[in-house]
């Protein structure tokens, strides 16, 4: 008799002991962590601004937590392999927190299309608060798990009501719940002639045909009116729009997805790398330099900073480089 997958493992654990054999840990030392010690005490809290200047949350959780959480986070992976392996699911849809994928590999998708649509999703990391997660794994076709044991998951990846930017399983956990999503949408493209894409938050539609189809969204200029169909599958899914960031980008302008242009090949905006070369300048010329936030707060420029970005402008031209070399 073949062994069990990692998956039915899951699916056949029955309390707490057979979760932490899963995970390869003690029964005490999960107890202990999850259960014992004060929710307060796992986490520290720190603020990175975002790129509009408004401070985003990060909470990185204890050694020992952090630990429990990356095994937790493994073996959600191998499931998920297992799952789409099963459906024969297209893994190229979510490109956020995925080994292999980045917002290099997410503009790609939509590189030299007609039209761009992005569409953001409102209070997307939020919105997984702990019954939302608890829930998923009790209720989901591929999961279905024993009550004690997606209580136990979610424990074990929740803090403050949500999943905390800073977890390693926070990730997968967003990405499992969001993949029902992303199967939705890509039918609805796929049916009429548009591709999709997902990077965290951030949704994207392309196409080759002289307007988006209706049955996507209506766009006339620089108005876009969401169809019906796609607005209720978002909401079916359990996830909000943000109508303010909702725009389409015609091949005649610059268009982008992730912060990268696509109208070619995909590349940084031709301002981020004239910022990038003017920081660089006057820290060679004056010995500092400053940097601007879509805010327009000044803040002191640091060179890890400034190597960040000649970083990420090499990292987009080796892409670029390795593309030219295999066509």
Do not use: W
Not at 67 to 77: F, S
Not at 111 to 120: A, E, F, M, S, V
Not at 137 to 164: E, H, Y
Not at 252 to 260: E, Y
Request: proline share 3%; glycine share 6%.
């Amino acid at each position: 008799m073949a062994p069990l997958s990692i998956l039915e493992r899951l699916q056949n654990a029955a309390n707490r002991q057979d979760l932490a054999s899963i995970l390869n840990l003690k029964t005490a030392f999960l107890t202990d962590v999850i259960y014992r010690l004060k929710a307060e005490t796992q986490y520290t809290q720190f603020t990175i601004p975002k790129k509009n200047g408004a401070p985003r949350v990060i909470s990185a959780p204890t050694t020992k937590l952090k630990d429990i959480q990356r095994r937790l986070a493994d073996v959600l992976y191998l499931c998920r392999a297992e799952i789409y392996k099963k459906y024969n699911i297209n893994p190229v849809l979510s490109h956020g927190f995925e080994k292999e994928k980045s917002i290099i590999t997410n503009a790609e998708r939509h590189r030299g299309k007609t039209l761009l649509l992005n569409i953001d999703l409102e209070d997307y990391f939020d919105s997984f608060n702990f019954g939302r997660v608890r829930g998923f794994f009790l209720s989901n076709r591929d999961f279905r798990l024993n009550n004690t044991v997606a209580t136990t998951i979610a424990q074990i990846a929740c803090f403050q009501n949500g999943l905390p930017q800073g977890s390693p399983c926070s990730p997968i956990i967003s990405n499992l719940i969001s993949g029902i999503l992303d199967i939705r949408l890509s039918k609805l493209a796929k049916k009429y002639g548009c591709n999709y894409s997902r990077y965290a938050d951030d949704l994207t539609f392309s196409t080759n045909k002289k307007t988006f189809p209706k049955e996507i969204a209506d766009v006339g200029g620089e108005s876009v009116t969401l169809s019906p169909t796609l607005i209720k599958e978002i909401i079916k899914a359990g996830f909000k729009i943000n109508d303010k960031k909702t725009r389409v980008c015609y091949k005649t302008s610059r268009q982008d997805v992730t912060g990268l242009t696509v109208n070619k090949k995909v590349n940084v905006g031709k301002e981020y790398a004239k910022v990038t070369r003017a920081m660089a300048h006057s820290l060679y010329k004056d010995g500092s330099f400053v940097i601007v936030t879509e805010s327009g707060k000044i803040e002191k420029g640091t060179c890890a900073k400034l190597e960040g970005r000649f970083g990420f402008i090499d990292s987009i031209d080796k892409y670029n480089n390795l593309k030219l070399k295999s066509a």
